[in-house]
C-alpha cells in the first residue's frame, strides 16, 4: 500500500498530491503536463518533494519534518520507464538477474522461472537487447524490475513508444502482473484504453493535483467528471461476468447486477470476471418498453440524475440495479420527455454497439 501526502514546486508549477494506492492497478490518469511523470518521480526518490510523506506498507521512504529521504535503491521499489533502459552489454538473463542479484535471497519474493514464463521470454534469455523487438524489451524491462521484488512496480507510459500491435501484445501480460505476482502497480497513462483494460483505481490528475480518485467503474461513469475523463470517452463502465455464448447467432450473454446484457460473440471463456464499456451515446431511454424492437438489451431501470451538458445534449445516469449507466440524449429527447429522477424507464443498448474491444477480462 502506498500513501503519498506531498508538495512541490517546480518552475511554476505546484504540486499538491495525495493519494494512497493498494492491491491491483492504480492508474494516474491526467493530460499532458498534469504532474503524473512527477508523482512517479517523487515515489521513486527521483525528484524531492519540499514537503510532506511518503509511505509504503508503513516504511517511511520519504517524511520532510523526521529528515527522512531514503535514497532510490533502498526503496524496494520496482520502475518501467517508457524506454526500457536495458544494460546492452548484458543478455536478457544478465539484465533479469541484475535486478535479483540487488536483494539477498532471503528477501526475494518472484520466482525466476514464473516471472520468465509469464512474460513468455523463455526464448529470449541468451540474446542482447539490441536483437529484441520493442515488445520484448520491455517484457525483459518489466522482468527486470519484478525481480528486484518491489513493494511496488511503478510503470510510466510503459506502452507510449510501442506501435498499437505491440501494445496490444504487451497489455494482457502487464493485466496478468498485479494479479499474478501480488505487485501493487502505479501505471501512469493519458490512453484511456490502456486505463479500462488496467486500472481497478483510477487517480484523475488536474493541475498537479489528484482531483479524484477511486474505483474505475463509479468515476468513469460520472458525468461530473467528463472534464478529466475525456468528452470522447463519455461512458459507463460496468462489472460482469460471462454467462454464456450462443455460437449459432454469435453472440454472448453477460450477467451484470442489473440484468443481462447480450453483445457480440466474445472469445472470452464462461465464467470469465469482464468489465465492459458502454458508451454513453449508445444508450437509449424508452418510458415504456418498446416491444417487437431489434434493439436486444431493454433493461428496467430509474432515473438518478438529469443534467444539460451543453445547449444540445443532457447527460443522464440511469440506476439498473447497483449499476450506474450513463446516457446521452439530446435536449430535444429531453423537451418531449421530461425525464425527471425516480422516473421507471428502460435503458435501450443495441449488441452491436458493445464491440470486442469494449470487453476486457479482469481475471
Ligand atoms: N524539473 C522540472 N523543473 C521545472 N518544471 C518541471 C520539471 N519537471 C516537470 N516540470 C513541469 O511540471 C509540470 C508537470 O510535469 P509532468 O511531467 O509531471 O506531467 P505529466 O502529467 O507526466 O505530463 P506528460 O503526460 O506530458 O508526461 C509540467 O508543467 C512540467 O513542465
Known amino acids: 500500500m502506498l500513501e503519498l501526502d506531498v508538495r512541490r514546486r517546480q518552475g511554476d508549477f505546484n504540486l499538491d498530491v495525495r493519494l494512497s494506492a493498494g492491491p491491483g492497478v492504480t492508474a494516474l490518469y491526467g493530460r499532458s503536463g498534469s504532474g503524473k511523470t512527477s508523482v512517479i518521480n517523487m515515489v521513486a526518490g527521483l525528484a524531492r518533494p519540499d514537503e510532506g510523506v511518503i509511505r509504503v506498507d508503513g516504511r517511511m521512504l520519504f517524511d520532510s519534518r523526521a529528515g527522512i529521504d531514503l535514497a532510490?535503491?533502498?526503496?524496494?521499489?520496482?520502475?518501467?520507464?517508457?524506454?526500457?533502459?536495458?544494460?546492452?552489454?548484458?543478455?536478457?538473463?544478465?539484465?533479469?538477474?541484475?535486478?535479483?542479484?540487488?536483494?539477498?535471497?532471503?528477501?526475494r519474493t518472484q520466482s525466476f522461472d514464473k516471472v520468465v514464463q509469464l512474460l513468455g521470454i523463455e526464448h529470449l534469455l541468451d540474446r542482447r537487447p539490441a536483437r529484441l523487438s520493442g515488445g520484448e524489451k520491455q517484457r525483459v524491462a518489466i522482468g527486470r524490475a519484478l525481480l528486484a521484488s518491489p513493494r511496488i512496480l511503478l510503470m510510466d507510459e510503459p506502452l507510449?513508444?510501442?506501435?498499437?500491435?505491440?501494445?496490444?501484445?504487451?497489455?494482457?501480460?502487464?493485466?496478468?502482473?498485479?494479479?499474478?505476482?501480488?505487485?501493487?502497480?502505479?501505471?501512469?497513462?493519458?490512453?484511456?484504453?490502456?486505463?479500462?483494460?488496467?486500472?481497478?483505481?483510477?487517480?484523475?490528475?488536474?493541475?498537479?493535483?489528484?482531483?479524484?480518485?477511486?474505483?474505475?467503474?463509479?468515476?468513469?461513469?460520472?458525468p461530473g467528471l467528463r472534464p478529466l475523463t475525456g468528452r470522447?470517452?463519455?461512458g459507463a463502465v460496468i462489472a460482469a461476468v460471462v454467462a454464456g455464448h450462443d455460437a449459432g447467432f454469435g453472440i454472448s450473454r453477460l450477467a451484470f447486477d442489473g440484468g443481462t446484457l447480450i453483445v457480440g460473440r466474445s472469445e472470452l471463456a464462461v465464467g470469465a470476471k469482464v468489465r465492459v464499456r458502454i458508451h454513453a451515446r449508445d444508450v437509449a431511454i424508452a418510458i415504456e418498453a418498446p416491444e417487437r424492437v431489434s434493439i436486444r438489451n431493454v433493461l428496467p431501470a430509474s432515473v438518478v440524475s438529469v443534467a444539460a451538458a451543453d445547449a444540445f445534449l443532457v447527460d443522464v445516469v440511469l440506476a439498473c440495479g447497483a449499476t450506474r449507466l450513463w446516457v446521452q440524449i439530446t435536449a430535444l429527447a429531453q423537451a418531449q420527455l421530461n425525464l425527471m429522477p425516480g422516473m421507471r424507464v428502460h435503458a435501450l443498448i443495441k449488441a452491436l454497439t458493445i464491440a470486442r474491444g469494449d470487453v476486457a477480462s479482469v481475471d
Open 232 to 234: 470522447y470517452e463519455a
Open 72 to 107: 532510490p535503491e533502498a526503496r524496494r521499489l520496482g520502475y518501467v520507464f517508457q524506454e526500457h533502459r536495458l544494460f546492452p552489454h548484458l543478455s536478457v538473463r544478465g539484465n533479469l538477474e541484475f535486478g535479483e542479484r540487488l536483494l539477498p535471497g532471503s528477501e
Open 160 to 222: 507510449a513508444a510501442l506501435d498499437p500491435a505491440r501494445k496490444a501484445e504487451l497489455l494482457p501480460f502487464i493485466a496478468q502482473l498485479a494479479r499474478q505476482f501480488g505487485v501493487p502497480i502505479l501505471y501512469v497513462s493519458h490512453s484511456m484504453d490502456e486505463v479500462l483494460r488496467l486500472a481497478d483505481t483510477l487517480a484523475l490528475m488536474d493541475g498537479g493535483a489528484v482531483a479524484a480518485s477511486g474505483p474505475l467503474e463509479s468515476l468513469m461513469g460520472d
